[in-house]
């Protein structure tokens, strides 16, 4: 079992940077890879980054590549998603999940992912 508590979320202008974390509690951590989704209102939830139990392997959605960055500190049993030239359209909750093995699945579809956080807001004034 894992427990998920994402932090971090807030209110910020277009242009500008968040970093939101996801601090996970139960099984060893390593063995999960972590990803992170978003959901805005009236829409699908949507795969934004994913990075292996290592660390070593990253994924992301192309509408993010290059302005978004997912980190892990394992010590810590933490994952973090530092964005930046943040735009309107990023504005979304935003979650955190767990899969049950240390690699990045294929499909990095939602229902593939077994633990989920209960997210937070992070909104783009532009």
């Known amino acids: 079992q894992v427990q998920l508590v994402e932090s971090g979320g807030g209110l910020v202008q277009a242009g500008g940077s968040l970093r939101v974390s996801c601090a996970a509690s139960?099984?060893?951590?390593?063995?999960?890879?972590m990803a992170w989704f978003r959901q805005a209102p009236g829409k699908e939830r949507e795969f934004v980054a994913a990075?292996?139990?290592?660390?070593?392997?990253?994924r992301y959605a192309d509408s993010v590549k290059g302005r978004f960055t997912i980190s892990r500190d394992n010590a810590k049993k933490t994952v973090y998603l530092q964005m930046t030239s943040l735009k309107a359209e990023d504005t979304a909750v935003y979650y955190c999940?767990?899969?049950?093995?240390?690699?990045?699945?294929?499909?990095?579809?939602?229902?593939?992912?077994?633990?989920w956080g209960q997210g937070t807001q992070v909104t783009v004034s532009s």
């Open positions: 139960g099984r060893t951590f390593t063995t999960n890879s």
């Open positions: 999940a767990a899969f049950r093995a240390p690699i990045i699945p294929t499909m990095t579809r939602p229902p593939l992912y077994d633990y």
């Open positions: 990075i292996s139990g290592s660390g070593v392997s990253t």
